[in-house]
């Protein structure tokens, strides 16, 4: 039975795995789910995850939600994954598994909610905060300054010194690059400083094109979507009438 | 060489690789970082965890952070360790990574905000805040309620049905129990609903006697030498001068 993908290519958590199962060749059906109509929250998909997220899996009988733990199932369930995606190595394993947790554990607080009020707001139906995204936002340069200086090294074109990605890097440049919904020149602002973290979002790209940029790109056609919109409705109104407080989001 | 722990037992996170050494034999040296001397920002911590944050391990010549990578680690490395730590078939194993990333993704937020402002500020030499703990109360609730609807269930006395603890049910049961450092009537407010969790919490306690129980008292040690202070330097005041504006606190 083909393995299904419970997801919405507006989270970054779904287009790890959705990026993870083209890159490697793992046949799949995906099932829409909804963000922006709270389908998460309907009755029918509290059987498939009860604790009404995304992305979550269905593999024959088996159920499984949280991405990492998906993409660490993924790399173990499917036969002929390369190695460098999830060691095997006890040692370079741990470091991985080191390098996924202070993802999980720096990221849902502070640079999560800059995303959130800065970007992803408005395609869920709320609207944009720019006071809430600026009081994040040095979270977020925080730990953008510790990928830069720590996990990305001088060595290597990938976190920890590696010469090929990990299911780390996949996900972790899917978090940061929601950046790209941002304006150009805000993208730039935050963004600018951090050139070995640029040169990795590209790596990490180049490695798993044409993958990579088709699933981003549902960041970038949202962006445009919501700027035609704008311009539609008048110079300096949204849809609903709000005035935008930040230039142009997805 | 022995295995170095860098912790200081106020840290939940690093509490949890303590109680696992201990439960499972594990010889350790327990080398402290004092949160509230901010050590973990010194020089010499950074050559071990240039995160700057704890708990770390030196392992011989292995240096490794975040406690969910470290307790993943540990159950690997060393001899012995019984499956149900993490078992090593596919999808128990995938069930215990579900749980353990659920715990990542939704306590860094606001559960972790909530024992942040209404619980170990002060031990770390910042106001307690009354306004910031209610305003994230109601996410810590939301995380009881699905650990008490979904992650407990009807048969076994563990997250996931089972019968002994995994590494998740230690680092959730150190997660949730910080709320020790409240008051005993604030404490049965936010739990006493929550009966499958608080039978959970004892039953995981019980599972790893005497360790868990003699590691989690420097919690309500914490709580008494705050609660001598505030008396020592008056009713209604912090040794600071501020009012508290919690009951008592660690």
């Known amino acids: 039975m083909t393995l299904k993908l419970y997801v919405d290519r507006m989270s970054q958590a779904c287009r790890e795995v959705i990026i993870f199962c083209k890159v490697n060749g793992i046949d799949f059906e995906e099932v829409r789910i909804d963000l922006s109509k709270r389908q998460?929250?309907?009755?029918?998909?509290?059987?498939?995850n009860p604790i009404q997220q995304i992305p979550a899996i269905v593999d024959g009988s088996f159920k499984l939600s949280e991405s990492h733990a998906i993409l660490r199932y993924l790399t173990c369930a499917y036969p002929g994954i390369a190695d460098h995606w999830y060691p095997a190595d006890l040692y370079k394993r741990a470091k991985v598994e080191s390098m996924l947790d202070w993802h999980r554990t720096t990221f849902p607080r502070g640079p999560g909610s800059y995303f959130f009020y800065a970007v992803f707001a408005s395609a869920v139906g709320?609207?944009?905060?720019?006071?809430?995204?600026?009081?994040?936002?040095?979270?977020?340069?925080?730990?953008?300054?510790?990928?830069?200086s720590v996990w990305l090294q001088?060595?290597?074109?990938?976190?920890?010194?590696?010469?090929?990605?990990?299911?780390?890097?996949?996900?972790?440049?899917?978090?940061?690059?929601q950046l790209e919904g941002l304006d150009e020149k805000e993208h730039e602002r935050i963004l600018g400083p951090?050139?070995?973290?640029?040169?990795?979002?590209?790596?990490?790209?180049?490695a798993m094109a044409p993958h990579f940029e088709e699933v981003q790109s549902t960041v970038s056609k949202a962006k445009e979507k919501l700027q035609k919109q704008r311009n539609a409705a008048g110079s300096n109104t949204t849809q609903s009438g709000r005035k935008p407080v930040l230039h142009s989001k997805i």
Do not use: H
């Open 40 to 48: 998460q929250l309907s009755p029918e998909y509290r059987e498939i």
């Open 126 to 148: 709320r609207p944009l905060n720019a006071k809430a995204a600026a009081r994040t936002e040095k979270n977020l340069i925080a730990a953008l300054a510790k990928i830069e």
């Open 154 to 177: 001088k060595k290597g074109r990938f976190l920890l010194g590696s010469n090929q990605p990990s299911i780390a890097d996949l996900s972790l440049a899917c978090e940061v690059m």
């Open 194 to 206: 951090f050139k070995r973290v640029l040169k990795w979002l590209d790596d990490t790209k180049n």
